[in-house]
């Protein structure tokens, strides 16, 4: 029997993680670190109820763990909060990120660190893997921060970019606003959306396959996990709306209104992939292939 790799994969309550646990195949037996209690549990998924940042209880994740590999998928990623709190932002997204990197590096395993589209100024896009960051806020700036950490350990480690993730929570809650989205024209609230900031939205379910296959594999460097199509997020909206049964006028067509504590979003970080499709298996898809997939995942009992 070959024996199976062992992947730790840090904020396992969130989003992302949900998406990578539940799609991680039988070649790995998954760590999943959360401060919560545990969401699932079998043979193949040990749950750890740890907090990261303490020094002591990483040490004794990796004692117990060796892991092969490490996915990173913790952070404050509220934009909002991280301008409002920078030193617990910096805490959460730099610190973290140096304490995980030091033990990959110690322990010889892959590290595949999340980082974000935001990163750059949103004002020469599209973006290149080796496009250079231009942060227009401090969570993006905490995330730079992170990548040069991720760099610096060369053929070990990865930086996935990741573009606006699309996706309802496959486990666990976190940051999807699509489930918000969704909620609103339940209770038939409209949603506002700008037509001013534009993306490359990449849904869940191909960012797990994606963050998987890159721990798996011999890639280094930075990748860009983002969807084919580029679009505003009022034409992200509209699209969302019909293909969840939605009448379209439930999506509003609003300005970026400012507002006291609101921090600066960049306008167009639209992420070229030529890099990433030439080195991944896992495609890069459309919005409406990537809906399709949520559709099915939302349809299809967890293990
Ligand atoms: N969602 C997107 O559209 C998007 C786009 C670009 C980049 N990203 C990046 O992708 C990664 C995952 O994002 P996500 O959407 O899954 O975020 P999320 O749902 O907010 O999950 C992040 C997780 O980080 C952990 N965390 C939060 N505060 C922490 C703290 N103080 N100490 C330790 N852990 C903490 C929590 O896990 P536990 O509760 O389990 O501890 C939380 O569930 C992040 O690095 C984010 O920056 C996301």
């Known amino acids: 029997m070959i024996a199976r790799k062992k992947l730790i994969v840090t904020g396992a309550n969130g989003f992302v993680a949900g998406s990578v646990l539940a799609q991680a195949g039988a070649?790995?037996?998954?760590?999943?670190?959360?401060?919560?209690?545990?969401?699932?549990?079998?043979?193949?998924?040990?749950?750890?109820?740890?907090?990261?940042?303490v020094p002591a209880q990483l040490d004794q994740?990796?004692?117990e763990v060796k892991p092969d590999a490490v996915i990173h998928t913790a952070a404050l990623a509220d934009i909002d909060f991280c301008q409002k709190h920078p030193e617990l932002a910096r805490e959460v997204n730099v610190e973290l990120t140096r304490a995980l990197a030091s033990r990959c590096a110690a322990a010889g395993c892959k590290f595949v660190l999340c980082s974000t589209d935001t990163i750059f100024d949103g004002e020469h896009a599209p973006y290149a893997e080796d496009a250079q960051p231009g942060p227009v806020n401090f969570y993006a700036e905490t995330k730079v921060a992170a990548e040069q950490i991720a760099v610096g350990l060369g053929a070990q480690a990865v930086v996935a970019r990741l573009s606006l993730?699309?996706?309802?929570?496959?486990?666990?809650?976190?940051?999807?606003?699509?489930?918000?989205?969704?909620?609103?024209?339940?209770?038939?609230?409209?949603i506002g959306a700008t037509p001013r900031e534009i993306r490359t939205p990449v849904d869940v379910i191909t960012v797990g396959q994606a963050l998987l296959e890159l721990a798996a594999g011999k890639q280094h460097g930075i990748f860009h996990l983002a969807g084919k199509d580029r679009l505003n997020r009022l034409e992200i909206s509209h699209q969302i709306a019909t293909r969840f049964g939605f009448p379209k006028d439930l999506v509003i067509s609003q300005g970026v209104v400012p507002s006291p504590g609101r921090a600066a979003r960049p306008r167009d970080v639209s992420l070229l992939n030529a890099k990433t499709c030439a080195q991944l298996q896992t495609p890069a898809r459309t919005l409406a292939e990537g809906l399709s997939l949520i559709l099915k995942m939302s349809e299809t009992p967890l293990p």
């Open 27 to 53: 070649e790995w037996l998954v760590h999943a670190v959360s401060r919560g209690e545990p969401l699932a549990r079998h043979e193949q998924l040990h749950w750890h109820t740890c907090d990261p940042q």
């Open 61 to 63: 994740l990796f004692r």
């Open 165 to 190: 993730v699309v996706g309802l929570p496959v486990m666990g809650a976190g940051n999807s606003f699509l489930a918000k989205m969704i909620a609103s024209w339940k209770a038939g609230q409209t």
